[in-house]
Nanobody
Framework: QVQLVESGGGLVQPGGSLRLSCTAS????????MGWFRQAPGKEREFVAA????????YYADSVKGRFTISRDNAKNTVYLQMDSLKAEDTAVYYC???????????????????WGQGTQVTVSS
């Protein structure tokens, strides 16, 4: 069993920055990917970003490309999401996800991930 714990959410003004962290515990896995999804009130969960565990491949939703950066530290079993130039429409609960069987074609599909964190609220407002 894997537990994912997110941190780093909060309230920030438009144009500001936040960094989310997600640490996995329970067991390590060397394949697959870790990613971030978000869900705003009244909307469906959507893909934000993902990174493969072994390689350097990263993936982003068009809405965050150029503003968000995903990175990972495998030694710490941690993935980060640096969010810059935040907009009001980025307001949502952000969820960390991990999956040992995630491949390139499924990286944007939440159903491909086995484990999920509890979520952290990000609010962008003046």
């Amino acid at each position: 069993q894997v537990q994912l714990v997110e941190s780093g959410g909060g309230l920030v003004q438009p144009g500001g920055s936040l960094r989310l962290s997600c640490t996995a515990s329970g067991r390590s896995f060397n394949n697959g990917a870790m990613g971030w999804f978000r869900q705003a009130p009244g909307k469906e969960r959507e893909f934000v970003a993902a990174i493969h565990r072994l390689g350097r491949s990263t993936y982003y939703a068009d809405s965050v490309k150029g503003r968000f950066t995903i990175s990972r530290d495998n030694a710490k079993n941690t993935v980060y999401l640096q969010m810059d130039s935040l907009k009001a429409e980025d307001t949502a609960v952000y969820y960390c996800a991990a999956g040992s069987g995630v491949i390139t074609s499924s990286v944007r599909n939440g159903a491909a991930y086995n484990y999920w964190g509890q979520g952290t609220q990000v609010t962008v407002s003046s």
